[in-house]
C-alpha cells in the first residue's frame, strides 16, 4: 500500500477525490461517475510515489512524469477540473 498511498502527495489526491461521493451521487450522471473511476486508477497514485523514485531506475521506466511532485501537479490540475464539473452538475439539480 505504500506505493499507492504512502506518503502526502497520495494522501492528499486520495482524500480530495473521495470528498466528492456525496455530490456524484446528488448529480448522479453517468460520465462523472466513469471519469470518476478514471480518477481512482491506481496508475494515478503510484506515479506520485516517492518511495521508489530516488533507488527504483525500473520503476521510472513505467512513469511517464520526471517527479512525483509533477505527477501530483498535474493530478490536481485534472482533478481541479473535474470538481468544476461535479459542482456544475449539482447545481443544476
Not at 17 to 41: C, M, T, V
Not at 66 to 80: C, D, G, H, R
Request: aromatic share 18%; net charge negative; charged share 25%.
Amino acid at each position: 500500500m505504500t506505493a499507492w498511498l504512502g506518503n502526502e502527495l497520495q494522501q492528499d489526491a486520495f482524500n480530495k477525490l473521495y470528498r466528492l461521493l456525496e455530490k456524484l451521487n446528488i448529480a448522479n450522471l453517468p460520465q462523472l461517475w466513469e471519469d470518476f473511476g478514471h480518477l481512482q486508477e491506481s496508475d494515478h497514485f503510484y506515479y506520485m510515489c516517492t518511495k521508489f523514485f530516488s533507488d527504483g531506475e525500473i520503476h521510472k521506466r513505467f512513469n511517464p512524469y520526471e517527479t512525483p511532485y509533477e505527477a501530483f501537479i498535474n493530478y490536481m490540475n485534472v482533478l481541479s477540473d473535474f470538481i468544476i464539473r461535479v459542482d456544475d452538475a449539482v447545481a443544476e439539480k
